[in-house]
């Protein structure tokens, strides 16, 4: 069965710091990845994808994730963190299976936290 | 502005309550689909529709129905809620069930009493 895990239920972090959001997957075939962010009270917001290419996907704001097929992970990553990153962030898989559904297999989500 | 409606945003109602929570996008996409996202679960799809008239079920369709009758809207209607449907609720569209980027409505938070 095709899944997402994401180890970290919270990340703390100062602002300025870098930051690293976990996430692994088990998929047959080509994973095609993804990673939303939804702030408070809001809807999901994409910020980047994988399909194919180069590993290392650049999104909004600044946000980054780096593809690993050996180690089969999908880690969003940023520079420097700023108090406004703060949100909940969402690692999701496309889930193509048996047929063609076009459903999204999410991660349990991780809370990140910036502080001043 | 391209984007994915829901209404209401928020709702507090009674076990055995019909109701239906609307989506609606202006995309022109074939594809749409309704999550609901509990805490430590994610989000876990409900139903989706790959086109008018087209619809199947998702992971955790019990409880739910939808229906596609137009482009734009999809949808859904809990016909008798129960507190185990307490959740958050969202709707997704896509240009199609193979476009990468699914785009998602701001949620309608429900409490079933």
């Known amino acids: 069965a095709q899944s997402v895990a994401q180890p970290e239920d919270q990340v703390n972090v100062a602002e300025g710091n870098p930051l690293t959001v976990k996430c692994t997957y088990s998929?047959?075939?080509?994973?095609?990845l993804f990673w939303y962010v939804q702030y408070p009270n809001r809807g999901l917001q994409f910020l980047l994808k994988?399909?194919?290419?180069?590993?290392l996907v650049k999104g909004s704001y600044g946000f980054e994730a780096e593809f690993n097929k050996s180690q089969t992970s999908f880690h969003l990553k940023k520079p420097s963190a700023l108090v406004s990153d703060s949100a909940l962030y969402f690692c999701?898989?496309?889930?193509?299976?048996?047929?063609?559904?076009?459903?999204?297999?999410f991660g349990q989500g991780t809370t990140l936290q910036v502080k001043p | 502005e391209a984007q994915v409606t829901q209404n209401p945003r928020y709702l507090i109602t009674v076990t055995g309550k019909k109701l239906t929570v609307t989506c609606s996008q202006n995309?022109?996409?074939?594809?749409m689909s309704w999550y609901r996202q509990d805490p430590g679960l994610g989000l876990r799809q409900i139903y989706y529709?790959?086109?008018?008239?087209?619809?199947d079920k998702g992971d955790v369709p019990e409880g739910y129905k939808v229906s596609r009758k137009e482009k734009r809207n999809f949808p859904l209607i809990l016909e008798s809620p129960s507190p185990n449907q307490t959740s958050l609720y969202f709707c997704?569209?896509?240009?199609?069930?193979?476009?990468?980027?699914?785009?998602f409505g701001p949620g309608t938070r429900l409490l079933v009493l």
């Open positions: 997704a569209s896509s240009l199609d069930a193979y476009e990468e980027t699914q785009y």
């Open positions: 998929v047959s075939g080509n994973p095609y």
């Open positions: 994988y399909i194919t290419g180069d590993n």
């Open positions: 999701a898989v496309r889930d193509w299976g048996s047929s063609n559904t076009g459903k999204l297999i």
């Open positions: 995309m022109n996409h074939e594809y």
């Open positions: 529709s790959m086109n008018v008239e087209v619809t």
